[in-house]
């Protein structure tokens, strides 16, 4: 039961131009919402997060926005850089006893900018 | 600063071996601990978590195990590999017992069973 979905296995876009992840979820209990950044052989590198309180997170080129009505959180990259190619990890996590310790995955979104 | 170590960074193994890879935190006390493997083409899949030493969380049934004999040493372990134990090993850490906290990644383990 995949509980946090990318339905786009990869992307590719133009340099400058604006770049937008997408991922869903089912679980009503997550409210907190974190992006990652992988490249190849390495391991994934945080990115940035939102809580469920808010519905939009900026910082520098990266911004995420979260709809919680549509179970529903983007990621958005502007302008996009080549070094912005990277496979990107959408995750979740629900509170708990111990806070939130875990965190669910996506199955990732392979972003290429093109030159 | 924080940093986490994970060794060794690439293992080809033979099908009934034992495996042991292991994981280090330095520059925090009491971390949660994580182990991920990411399979070909599939995301992220935790396999274990410790809130703290000695306790260890399996959360999918399977060949493996994990000890944490020290407060910042984790170690994935098993006694007989399988094919399907291939895939790219993740060791991170988080800070305990927040209400919000990101984790942070080892460099990860690349383990071929043949």
């Known amino acids: 039961d995949q509980q946090v979905k990318q339905n786009s296995p990869s992307l590719s876009v133009q340099e400058g131009r604006i770049s937008i992840l997408n991922c869903d979820y089912t679980?009503?209990?997550?409210?907190?919402f974190l992006w990652y950044k992988k490249y190849p052989a390495e391991g994934p590198t945080f990115l940035i997060s939102?809580?469920?309180?808010?519905d939009k997170n900026e910082d520098g080129r990266f911004t995420v926005f979260l709809n919680k009505s549509a179970k529903h959180l983007s990621l958005h990259i502007v302008p996009s850089q080549p070094g912005d190619s990277a496979v990107y990890f959408c995750a979740a996590s629900a509170n708990s006893n111990f806070g939130n310790e875990k965190l669910t995955f996506g199955t990732g979104t392979r972003l290429t900018i093109i030159p | 600063s924080q940093t986490i170590h994970q060794w060794p960074a690439t293992l080809v193994q033979p099908v009934g071996s034992p495996l042991s890879l292991e994981c280090t935190v330095e520059g925090t006390s009491n971390p949660n601990l994580y182990w991920y493997r990411q399979a070909a083409g599939r995301g992220l899949q935790l396999l274990f978590y410790s809130v703290g030493i000695g306790q260890i969380s399996s959360e999918v049934p399977q060949n493996l195990s994990a000890s944490r004999p020290q407060d910042r040493q984790f170690i994935l372990s098993s006694k007989k590999l399988l094919l399907s134990d291939s895939g790219f090993y993740l060791c991170?850490?988080?800070?305990?017992?927040?209400?919000?906290?990101?984790?942070?990644f080892g460099p990860g383990t690349r383990l071929t069973v043949l």
């Open positions: 679980n009503s209990m997550f409210d907190y």
């Open positions: 991170a850490w988080s800070l305990g017992f927040y209400s919000y906290n990101e984790q942070f």
């Open positions: 939102i809580s469920s309180i808010k």
